[in-house]
């Protein structure tokens, strides 16, 4: 870590005028030439002094395996649960959450017997009470078990543009222009 620390430092140095640059516009008005390299500069430089700058690099020795640039794998597994659904059209979500068990069950290294999944897959009723869960905590199912308003759920603001027998109707074009 040292030794990167002291590359940066050398970098930062090497290109610190390129960086301090500034530019001004036609209004007056003076900011940095390379606004979003100075931002990174910033950034990097935070990172160092919270001391989390090679946070995910000291992982790397801890895994037994390489870790993966990208998270095409978890895609690929994505695609293929998609595809198994999409074969299987006309599933209640029930029975689409127990062929998601089954085909996470069956394709696994090692699965466990078909005894050992039957005693331990969700059952019906904690497959419906994980779902009335997610449906109080979202946006709608909040406004309707505890009348409490979340984004989305408010007054319309058309409502305070609407005329009411109190207020005077604006005059239309003919009387407007005077025609």
Known sequence: MRDRLVDYNQWEQRH??????????????????????????????????????DTFIDLEGRCGEPIPPTNNLCESWNRRLRDMLRSHNGLSLIREIKAICWWCHMHTPAPES??????????????????????????????????????????????????????????????????
């Open 114 to 179: 078909c005894a050992w999944l039957a005693s331990h897959c969700l059952t019906d009723e904690r497959i419906e009470e994980l779902n009335r869960q997610a449906w109080e905590h979202s946006p709608a199912g909040r406004l309707a078990t505890t009348g409490e308003p979340t984004w989305g759920t408010g007054i319309d603001w058309n409502e305070f543009r609407t005329p009411t027998r109190d207020t005077p109707t604006p005059p239309t074009r003919d009387t407007f222009f005077g025609l």
């Open 16 to 53: 610190k005028g390129f960086l301090d640059e500034k530019s001004e516009y036609g209004d007056g008005t003076i900011a940095d030439a390379h606004r979003r390299l100075v931002r990174a500069r910033a950034m990097i430089r935070r990172r160092i002094s919270e001391h989390v700058m």
